[in-house]
């Protein structure tokens, strides 16, 4: 069986998981923001320092585009999953394989038309909606 065989395609839970990686998305990014927007007005307020500063002092360390890489990889899982689910029997990797290229396509799109402060985050991204979507395509099959 291949794994994209587009006759297996059911536009339905292709949206369905596209829109559930898009909102992930957000939703890790809003949550995210939060926290280190949380943690930067802490240290501002013990270091006395404006906390826009530090805000995009903690935006800029590597273990910050680590978590917000897995936040994005774990986004993906979950929109191939729920187009696992939905999709026919049979047909969730064709699906999830869908939606790994859609979340593929705008992560490319992310990137030339909002130059990222950490580009190789985007690339990166790049490189895993695919195969995240796809695991999560493997995982709704049990």
Do not use: H, Y
């Not at 007005?41 to 903690?58: Q, V, Y």
């Not at 273990?63 to 994005?72: D, E, K, N």
């Amino acid at each position: 069986m291949r794994v994209f065989d587009p006759a297996l395609l059911d536009p339905g839970a292709v949206f369905a998981g596209f829109f559930a990686d898009l909102a992930a998305s957000a939703l890790a990014g809003v949550v995210f923001g939060i926290a280190v927007a949380a943690d930067a007005a802490s240290d501002a307020a013990e270091t006395g320092s404006p906390p826009e500063s530090r805000f995009l002092e903690t935006l800029g360390k590597p273990t910050v585009g680590l978590q917000i890489l897995a936040l994005s990889l774990l986004s993906s899982m979950i929109g191939g999953a729920v187009a696992g689910w939905m999709a026919p029997e049979g047909a969730a990797p064709a699906n999830a394989f869908a939606v790994g290229l859609l979340s593929t396509v705008v992560s490319a799109l992310t990137l030339f038309f909002d130059p990222p402060t950490r580009p190789w985050v985007v690339w990166a991204d790049i490189l895993l909606s695919l195969p995240g979507a796809l695991f999560g395509g493997w995982l709704a099959t049990f």
